[in-house]
């Protein structure tokens, strides 16, 4: 069973960076697509970012291009979300998932393992 475990959430500024991260286990996580996905209170879960199997494609949702930044160490089996610049309405608790084929996904339902999740709480 592949396991996800996402940490480096926290209460931050409005205007801070914050850099997520997830650890997966299995011996086949170069062939993972990844993706971080996010959901506040009262909203459903949405797409943050996805990253190809070898990085190679990286996609990013509108509201978080050019301030959010996705990366992975295949040696390392981990994933990273770098947040700069944080908005309050960044404020949710940020969710990474593995698909076990590489690609690109935007949808939740095509990824096959999820984390518990991180909070990340974005005050003025």
């Known amino acids: 069973q592949v396991q996800l475990v996402e940490s480096g959430g926290g209460l931050v500024q409005a205007g801070d960076s914050l850099r997520l991260s997830c650890v997966v286990s299995?011996?086949?996580?170069?062939?993972?697509?990844m993706g971080w996905f996010r959901q506040a209170p009262g909203k459903e879960r949405e797409f943050v970012g996805s990253v190809s199997g070898s990085a190679g494609i990286i996609r990013y949702a509108d509201s978080v291009k050019g301030r959010f930044t996705i990366s992975r160490d295949n040696a390392k089996n981990t994933v990273y979300l770098q947040m700069n610049s944080l908005k309050l309405e960044d404020t949710a608790v940020y969710y990474c998932?593995?698909?076990?084929?590489?690609?690109?996904?935007?949808?939740?339902?095509?990824?096959?393992?999820w984390g518990q999740g991180t909070q990340v709480t974005v005050s003025s």
């Open positions: 299995g011996r086949t996580f170069s062939r993972y697509a």
């Open positions: 998932a593995a698909r076990a084929y590489s690609g690109i996904y935007f949808r939740d339902r095509e990824y096959d393992y």
